[in-house]
């Protein structure tokens, strides 16, 4: 059974600004650090498992980085989608709850979010817009009257 269904299609990014300009100066400061100690120690001289994490940190990093500034949140008649490295989607039928959680006086950096439960699982989806944060608190205020 479908219980929530939105007035218009609504997308937009899932991190906010300030997320990401945070995210951008901790990707650099780490890249920099990385540089620094690439040049001060002989990395060509260690073993090929050693060379392999490294370049396996740096690339998990730069992929973290690149969905940081890409991820998509879309809320539609379908459900709620949030692109990734893995997209992450629940339709409105599996939803048996709905809720909005943040972290007080920190929402300029880390905005509210909204966790899903379907079943026994749950999925947390990121808004970074204000038309999505409008959309978050009326599911979780729709799934909250329904009880």
């Known amino acids: ?22 995210a951008t100066f901790i990707t650099l400061v780490l890249l920099g650090y990385g540089a620094s100690i690439a040049l001060r120690f002989p990395l060509f001289g260690y073993g090929f498992g050693a060379k392999v994490l490294l370049v396996g940190a740096t690339s998990l990093l730069l992929l973290s980085y690149y969905w940081f500034l890409r991820s998509r949140t879309t ?5 709620i ?4 490295v893995m997209d992450k989607q629940v339709a409105w039928r599996d939803v048996r ?3 909005m959680i943040g972290i007080p006086y920190l929402s300029w ?12 699982s749950f999925t947390t989806f990121n808004g970074g817009s204000r038309a999505l944060l409008v959309e ?5 205020l729709a799934f909250q009257m329904k009880k």
């Open 109 to 120: 950096l880390f905005p509210p979010r909204m966790v899903v439960r379907t079943g026994n």
């Open 97 to 99: 709850g709905a809720k």
């Open 1 to 22: 059974m479908q219980f929530y269904q939105p007035a218009a299609a609504v997308t937009g990014p899932a991190y906010g600004g300030g997320f990401k300009i945070v």
């Open 136 to 140: 978050f608190a009326k599911i979780s």
């Open 81 to 84: 989608r949030q692109s990734w």
């Open 75 to 79: 809320i539609d008649a379908e459900g």
